[in-house]
């Protein structure tokens, strides 16, 4: 079990930029394919962005060209650099392994608006 801490979530205008973090607990996190994951409210909670051990990337349509996402082994932190946001992209994001029955952590929420 891992336990993850997001942060840098916030509020920005349309056009902005965040950078997400996600530190995980422990030893294994080298070990595990992650994944940026977003729930707007009444929605479902989507995968937007995923890393695998050796950094092979895939992204969702919504946010490709957009949003970077990148990890530190060394640091056991994941990383979403999120540019030219939409309003659409504010919601709550997680960062949690793929395919794992792990705990989720609090969440960020990003608040994009004028």
């Known amino acids: 079990q891992v336990q993850l801490v997001e942060s840098g979530g916030g509020l920005v205008q349309p056009g902005g930029s965040l950078r997400l973090s996600c530190v995980a607990s422990?030893?294994?996190?080298?070990?595990?394919?992650m994944g940026w994951y977003r729930q707007a409210p009444g929605k479902q909670r989507d995968l937007v962005a995923s890393?695998?051990?050796?950094?092979?990337?895939s992204y969702a349509d919504a946010v490709k060209g957009r949003f970077t996402i990148s990890r530190d082994n060394a640091k056991n932190t994941m990383y979403l650099q999120m540019n030219s946001l939409k309003p659409e992209d504010s919601a709550v994001y997680y960062c949690h392994p793929l395919g794992s029955l792990n705990p989720w952590g609090q969440g960020t929420q990003v608040t994009v608006s004028s």
């Open positions: 422990g030893s294994i996190f080298r070990f595990l394919p």
């Open positions: 890393i695998t051990t050796d950094g092979s990337t």
